[in-house]
């Protein structure tokens, strides 16, 4: 079988504050021979994620590439090889396999899709471990929201964001989103339906949300942190839940010295609420619990996931800088 080589985006230099295209580069090696318990597969698609900007970094919470290393990222494909028991070429998989197009990974990093439950695909997505666990994670186990509450979610136009909310939704509460731009807040309101939608790029944040939510916020599912977690925290209400999902606005650094914090978290004691942070990981004795939720709310078109698609693996530079331009709506894709 003529496999041709395997080409791979390689982390150039690190990143200094927003990720560049010059920080990546692409390389051609030929593939690999397969030791036992290894398969080879054919990567389709990368999942573009906010971790990893941070694994760019040299001191990481996730596990640092070194420079000349393949980039990490979640991927779905078809195996082409394989010397692993269960596992045969044509068979879907996904899992993290890094920015390349022949990955050859133990077996047993990656898992089998179901295509009559769903294509691989759908676990980088609704399915996937860092976008519709996260969301699920988020909003029931840890925002643990009760019907008529008040959540509002921030980069709500996101991968994570829309499904949180939609989840919310479904838990019965009203919701209100806050992204960037006006097409993105028509979006939400009119395609997702949320009951309100705060554009923080060209609206005042306070006010519309006292407009919105005239009682206070009683669950925020943050994404972006920083500025916006203040403007958030001014208006929660008694017994609230803050959850600490991510804080995209603060990835561009050396995260392990520190990170611009909230500087209202008073008004966790005054109105005695409760911040929590997670990694969906610390839930993972929940997956199966998320995953069958998850997937028949994706076969009866109750929650719905939107996908923007960059294509070839030569940009993928510049599809990591669209997930912190904005540039996206819903899961941010690369095909290659
Ligand atoms: N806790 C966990 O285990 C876990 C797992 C996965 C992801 N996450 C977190 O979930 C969040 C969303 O990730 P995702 O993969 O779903 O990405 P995403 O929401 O699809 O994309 C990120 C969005 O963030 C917004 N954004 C970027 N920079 C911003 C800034 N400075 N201020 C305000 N908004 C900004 C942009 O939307 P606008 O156009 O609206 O600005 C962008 O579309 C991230 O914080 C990520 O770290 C956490």
């Known amino acids: 079988m003529s496999l041709g080589p395997n080409r791979k985006v390689v982390l150039a230099a690190r990143p200094e504050g927003m990720p560049q295209a010059s920080d990546f580069r692409l390389e051609e090696e030929s593939p690999a021979s397969l030791e036992d318990g290894q398969v080879r597969v054919a990567v389709e698609v990368v999942s573009i994620d906010a971790f990893i900007r941070t694994t760019l970094e040299e001191v990481s919470y996730h596990p640092s590439v070194a420079l000349g290393g393949t980039v990490m990222a979640f991927c779905a494909g078809r195996v082409v090889e394989s010397r692993a028991e269960g596992f045969a070429p044509g068979d879907e998989v996904h899992g993290p396999m890094g920015a390349q197009t022949l990955a050859v990974v133990p077996a047993m990093l990656v898992q089998k899709a179901d295509p009559s439950r769903a294509p691989a695909r759908a ?9 519709g666990l ?23 136009a996101g991968a994570v964001g829309s499904l949180a909310g939609q989840i919310a939704k479904l838990d019965g509460a009203r919701v209100i989103g806050i992204a960037g731009g006006p097409d993105k807040t028509r979006y939400l309101v ?7 939608a705060i554009d923080y790029k060209g609206e005042d944040v306070a006010a519309r949300l006292r ?11 943050d994404n972006v942190g920083g500025e916006l977690l203040d403007v958030v925290l001014d208006q929660i209400r ?22 611009r914090g909230p500087a209202l978290y008073l008004r966790l004691a005054e109105r005695h609420a409760r911040m929590e942070g997670f990694a969906v990981t610390h839930f993972a004795d929940r997956y199966g619990e998320a995953e069958e939720a998850l997937a028949g709310w994706r076969s009866s078109g109750e929650i719905r996931l939107d996908e923007h698609v960059e294509k070839g693996l030569e940009n993928f530079g510049e599809t990591l800088r669209m997930l912190f331009t904005g540039g996206h709506t819903g899961k941010l894709l690369l095909e290659i």
């Open 211 to 221: 407009e919105l939510a005239p009682d206070g916020v009683d669950v925020f599912f």
């Open 134 to 156: 996260t969301a699920y994670m988020g909003v029931r186990h840890v925002g643990r929201v009760e019907p008529g509450e008040v959540f509002v979610v921030s980069a709500a």
């Open 190 to 196: 009119e395609e997702l339906g949320f009951e309100g």
């Open 238 to 259: 008694e017994g609230s839940r803050i959850v600490i999902c991510g804080a995209i606005s603060q990835y561009h650094g050396d995260m392990s010295q520190g990170v």
């Open 123 to 131: 676990h980088l997505g609704v399915l996937g471990a860092t976008t």
